[in-house]
C-alpha cells in the first residue's frame, strides 16, 4: 500500500529465504521510506492502522502475528532496512522424518 500511496518510482519488494540452525527466516523487504519509529511498537496491536477512517481495520498484521505464533509457532517482527520496512518471520523446520 505504501508503494502505491507514496508513487514510488522503481517499486520493489523483495524476499529473502535463509535456513539459521533449525529455522526458516524470511525477510520481506519494500523501498517505500520505512516505518516512523512512533508506529514500530504498536504495528501488531489489534485495530491500530495509520490508513484513512473506513479504509482499513488495523486487524492484518495482528491476524498474521496470531496466526505465525500460535498456529506455526514462529515469531514475526517488523524493522527498518535500508530502504524501507523489513517484515521477518521466523519458523521452526520441521524435523525429517
Request: aromatic fraction near 6%.
Amino acid at each position: 500500500d505504501e508503494i502505491l500511496e507514496k508513487k514510488i518510482q522503481s517499486p520493489e519488494i523483495k524476499i529473502n529465504i535463509q535456513k539459521s540452525d533449525s529455522n526458516c527466516i524470511i525477510d520481506v523487504e519494500d523501498n517505500a521510506g520505512g516505518i516512523p519509529k512512533e508506529i514500530l511498537p504498536r504495528l501488531f496491536e489489534p485495530y491500530f492502522s495509520t490508513k484513512d477512517e473506513g479504509k482499513g481495520t488495523g486487524l492484518g498484521l495482528y491476524m498474521s502475528k496470531k496466526i505465525i505464533e500460535k498456529s506455526m509457532d514462529g515469531e514475526i517482527s517488523a524493522s527498518n532496512g535500508k530502504d524501507g520496512a523489513v517484515f521477518s518471520i521466523k519458523l521452526k523446520l520441521a524435523e525429517p522424518i
